[in-house]
């Protein structure tokens, strides 16, 4: 932790946690297993980034295309989403973490988006680490998305096509208001996205890590933070344009 420059924070971090199922099965459980100690390093990573002074954590917890799997599991992780919610609220608050979900939270079942926004609502006075859990998300359907809401701002009469760039873009999907990840973490040693915040990410550094999610604690997530800040973003220009520029900061 002493070796983190607190100046050159990335004041937002991006995690796919992967590797729940192969965590419990490598040894002998149950998938399910695998995502209730996928919770433990939720709250352990939640704690490190809000102490470490992160801005703003998005978690992807569930993906569109996870609707797909067997359906104990989707039971499973929907129940487990909810019981968790609901239990986490009060230390949310003590720890002054404000709670936001983003995706097409109308595929979730009643109780599941009952909990959800009722921890938002509990936790939206709060002013430290913003915490946003992606669930029932994936890129496509969000960019799809925000193609249908300014679709009918111009047939309303409230846009003209030329007035959409790039921020009136970035202001109709679920992220609005959010600032792009600087640093995307995968865990479990799959070197893809896996249709998470395409647009966002356009610039992030990217970080992938063999540890299992269940396995990931505060001193990966400083090791993953420690390896971005040993690397030069350019932005698409040269190293010594950044160079200067950050001499003339
Ligand atoms: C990530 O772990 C959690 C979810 C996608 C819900 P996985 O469940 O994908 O675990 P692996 O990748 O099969 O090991
Ligand atoms: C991505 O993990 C989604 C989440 C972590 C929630 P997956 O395990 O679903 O991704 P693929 O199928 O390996 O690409
Ligand atoms: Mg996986």
């Known amino acids: 932790m002493e070796n983190l420059d607190l100046n050159r924070l990335p004041k937002h971090i991006a995690i ?22 996928g919770v433990v390093s939720v709250r352990k990573v939640v704690e490190a980034a809000a102490e470490i002074g992160i801005e703003y954590l998005t978690l992807y917890a569930f993906s569109t ?17 909810v019981e968790t919610i609901a239990k986490e609220v009060p230390d949310l608050n003590k720890n002054n973490i404000q709670l936001q979900f983003i995706g097409d939270l109308s595929q979730l079942p009643a109780e599941a988006r009952k909990a959800l926004e009722e921890s938002t609502a509990q936790t939206a006075a709060n002013t430290g680490l913003k915490l946003i859990i992606a669930l029932s998300y994936s890129s496509r359907w969000e960019i799809v998305n925000a193609a249908q809401i300014l679709a009918n701002r111009v047939q309303e009469g409230h846009l003209i096509p030329e ?31 896996s249709n998470f915040l395409l647009f966002q990410l356009a610039y992030a550094e990217l970080y992938f890590t063999n540890t299992r999610w269940p396995d990931f604690r505060k001193p990966h997530l400083i090791d993953a933070i420690l390896d971005y800040q040993s690397r030069e973003r350019r932005f698409g220009k040269t190293s010594a344009q950044v160079v200067l520029d950050e001499e003339n900061k």
């Open 16 to 37: 796919i946690m992967d590797g729940n199922g192969r965590w419990a099965q490598e040894q002998g459980q149950d998938r399910l297993f695998g995502h209730y100690q």
């Open 65 to 81: 295309e996870n609707w797909d799997r067997p359906v104990e599991e989707v039971t499973g992780l929907m129940t487990l989403f």
């Open 163 to 193: 007035a959409i760039n790039e921020q009136v873009f970035a202001e109709a999907l679920t992220t609005k208001g959010i600032p792009d990840p600087a640093l995307m973490i995968r865990t479990s040693g799959e070197h893809r996205i």
